[in-house]
């Protein structure tokens, strides 16, 4: 199958001989990526709501330097306001698969809420035009934070 994939554009290459192999590299690999992106508007937005995003984003800096996190943080605002509904769906699966290893996901289930949260903001217009795929495109993720902020505020 990889020979006729590749001969077609594809770049495949197989994984392993055993089945699962694959599903099971994605599954882990998306408790990082997506929990990255959750963790992200959690830590960021609730800096914002502090006044301390400066002083958290230099530490962050500090401990990974090759990372930078503004950037960083408005690409993981953005994906998620954009794929949240798909990455949470996505992300209760992978719990099932971390369940199935004998742990208890408690990161992929928070995860899965933050994203579908996040979702349900944006389905609701907070980020853009309300029941569509338009999302107001910000460079700065503290745009998002503020956005979401004002929301939490006038639910108070």
Known sequence: MEPLLNAIGFAAKVASDKLGVSSA???CRSIMIKGL???????????????????????LAETF???????????FFQRVIEHGR???EEVREVAETVREAGLTPWSAQGT???Q???ADL??????????????????????????I?????RET
């Open 25 to 27: 590299v994605k599954m």
């Open 37 to 59: 992106e959750a963790m992200v508007i959690e830590s960021f937005t609730t800096a914002r709501a502090y006044g301390v995003e400066d002083a958290v984003l230099a530490s």
């Open 65 to 75: 330097p090759a990372i930078d996190w503004e950037k960083q943080g408005a690409y």
């Open 86 to 88: 798909r990455r949470a």
């Open 112 to 114: 899965a809420e933050r």
């Open 116 to 118: 579908a949260w996040v």
């Open 122 to 147: 944006a389905e609701q217009g907070l980020f853009g035009t309300k029941g569509t795929k338009e999302f107001a495109r910000s460079a700065d993720w503290r745009t998002e934070a503020d956005r």
């Open 149 to 153: 902020l004002a929301k939490i505020n």
